[in-house]
């Protein structure tokens, strides 16, 4: 067979290994309810995106058929046959173009098992991968089964390949055990309404583990349009809502879109991304500062938060003007001005030293004395104070993150990741902390970027995370992160308030939580926007930052029917994040 669509086949597969700026498109369209018709949509769609030239193509959740049934028999009706037609003709396509596909259906199993499933077709038509979903969300858990194993990693001239499917992008274990086996490259297929998906959960997954992530998310009703009504007044969520998010995107290791999908659009949203060297390059040692040790926590089951916590708290960021004495002097005043109302004051690390590193001697000295001057105000004022030191320790120096009261230390948590400044972490464990209003866990440095440790704090029952990051000293790194997505997710994915204090505003923000979020249920102080789950974020600003939060929200985390975001996290990964299966493959 000859012809140009022959020719173009061969040149894409003779010079695969020669591109050094792969293209790769998420699809983005609709399904309904007519499975031929589904797969007609879906070979049109890789058609175009391999004529715009990419090689790797990411399919939404569900392309077989809307992810809504009547009945257990209905679902098995739907669902696809492995070595079936559906199947067949999009690995036919696949060998067709030369390239990689991914795309999701529902699969029969052994009966009367269905799951979800993405499943990675190679250039050759050849089944590369598959991985069946961990977590289920919502009604999906009437009509599926959850994974048995955790998968989704396979080894491409392209790269390494991680991909994973809508919920289980939510929970951060199922992209961080492929990141931990070797993937330079993450998918995600999705079927989601909600706005926070995109603009926060996907864009998360991809700077925590410093990895591209391609995302494709569905257009069009999620619902057969006939029942579009009945199901929004049964969910209580305007019918305009209940259409896929669009908003497919192409994410850079910084967690920033490439380039990014319209909502409500048909589209093919295609990006060139670094080939796999450049890609190694830019998350390298990401994963190495990892200590795995710590990550025990991980495995236990989760506490319940008191409900007994403060419906509203009132907590302020300070960011004092001045250096050394001058600096407390500030700090001093800045909280003796606040109202009364005021519970918490949080500082930036290490607030009275602007170079830690420069004159240990004189930096030990300034944090002796900014806690035996802050702990007095927290006496003379009745506050709690939340701040950072560089203390010595046995045998060497650590930055210890303080919550101090009218008595002193009511809680010392030392950094238990690498300190940019070089100091050894002093810690083993994270610890909690019971105030009037709810408990707390102290994240110091850079553990804020570590969303293991997030978990474990959550699992025994944290209310609110209070963040002392080191964004705004001085280190040797150099090396950026966005730190206002990670803090969001951190709060979001666990469903717990935060607070984290920076310099000049480099990040520092108040994450607090609506109060109700559970969808299906009634909502009487706010109805559906598009946003399940996002914080609400105050950003810090100036010396002085007050905001109000929700710490008793933190006690509701059931995020659906049947889906509590703690309890049915992604179990199947968790494992691989401890020390025993580190660097296991998929």
Excluded at 105 to 116: G, M, N, Q
Excluded at 281 to 300: C, D, F, I, T
Excluded at 319 to 333: S, V, Y
Excluded at 386 to 409: A, D, F, P, T, W
Aim: charge should be negative.
């Amino acid at each position: 067979m000859t012809g140009p669509n022959h020719r173009a086949r061969m040149l894409a597969w003779n010079d695969w290994k020669e591109m050094t700026m792969p293209k790769v498109a998420a699809l983005q369209f609709a399904t309904g309810t007519e499975i031929d018709e589904n797969l007609a949509t879906c070979i049109r769609m890789i058609d175009t995106a391999a004529a715009a030239g990419a090689r790797l193509m990411v399919l939404p959740e569900f392309c077989n058929r809307i992810s809504w049934y009547k009945d257990q028999d209905q679902a098995w009706d739907c669902a696809l046959d492995l070595h079936g037609p559906f199947l067949d003709a999009i690995a036919e396509r696949a060998r067709f173009h030369g390239c990689y596909v991914l795309i999701n259906v529902s699969l029969r199993r052994e009966k009367p098992d269905i799951t979800v499933t993405s499943l990675m077709y190679g250039p050759k038509g050849d089944l590369l991968g598959e991985a069946d979903k961990q977590s289920l969300m919502g009604h999906e858990n009437d009509f599926f089964t959850p994974a048995r194993r955790a998968a989704g990693l396979v080894d491409t001239e392209f790269g390494r390949i991680g991909f994973v499917a809508c919920r289980d992008g939510i929970s951060f274990e199922p992209s961080r055990r492929l990141a931990l086996a070797g993937a330079d490259l993450l998918c995600n297929s999705l079927n989601s309404f909600a706005f926070d998906e995109a603009s926060l959960h996907v864009r998360a997954r991809a700077a925590e583990n410093r990895l591209i992530m391609i995302a494709a998310n569905k257009v069009g009703p999620l619902v057969p349009e006939a029942e579009l009504a009945q199901v929004s007044t049964m969910t209580e969520i305007p019918q305009a809502l209940l259409y896929g998010a669009g908003e497919s995107q192409v994410v850079g290791v910084d967690g920033r879109p490439l380039v990014e999908g319209k909502r409500g659009v048909e589209q093919v949203v295609i990006a060139d991304i670094p080939d796999r060297d450049a890609r190694l390059q830019l998350s390298m040692g990401v994963l190495a500062r990892r200590k795995s040790a710590l990550y025990e926590g991980l495995k236990q089951n989760a506490i319940a938060p008191q409900e007994d916590a403060a419906a509203v708290v009132d907590v302020a960021l300070l960011d004092p003007c001045g250096e050394g004495e001058a600096a407390i002097d500030r700090a001093e005043a800045l909280i003796m001005d606040l109202p009364d109302n005021v519970a918490l004051a949080i500082l930036p690390a290490c607030f009275p030293v602007r170079d830690a590193a420069e004159d240990w001697e004189r930096t030990l000295g300034l944090c002796r004395i900014a806690e035996a001057r802050l702990s007095e105000v927290c006496r003379r004022k009745g506050i709690k104070v939340c701040m950072s030191v560089i203390e010595e320790g046995q045998y060497s120096s650590h930055h210890v993150g303080l919550l101090l009261n009218e008595n002193g230390r009511a809680m010392a948590q030392p950094q238990l990741h690498r300190c940019p400044l070089g100091l050894a972490p002093g810690g083993t464990e994270l610890q909690v902390c019971d105030l009037p209003w709810g408990r707390v866990a102290l994240l110091v440095g850079d553990d804020c970027l570590y969303p293991e440790l997030a978990r474990i704090a959550a699992l025994q029952g944290v209310h609110c995370l209070l963040a002392i990051p080191s964004a705004g000293m001085r280190c040797k790194s150099g090396r950026g992160h966005n730190l206002p997505l990670l803090l969001a997710a951190r709060a979001a994915e666990n469903r717990v308030c935060l607070v984290a204090a920076t310099r000049a505003g480099k990040g520092g923000l108040l994450a607090s939580l609506e109060q109700e979020f559970t969808l299906m249920e009634p909502w009487h102080q706010r109805r559906f926007d598009g946003y399940i789950n996002h914080p609400l974020i105050t950003s810090q600003q100036g010396e002085v930052t007050i905001a109000t939060l929700h710490p008793a929200a933190a006690a509701n985390k059931m995020l659906s029917a049947n889906t509590h975001l703690l309890r049915d996290r992604a179990h199947q990964s968790t494992d691989y994040l401890l020390p025993v299966q580190t660097g296991a493959t998929a």
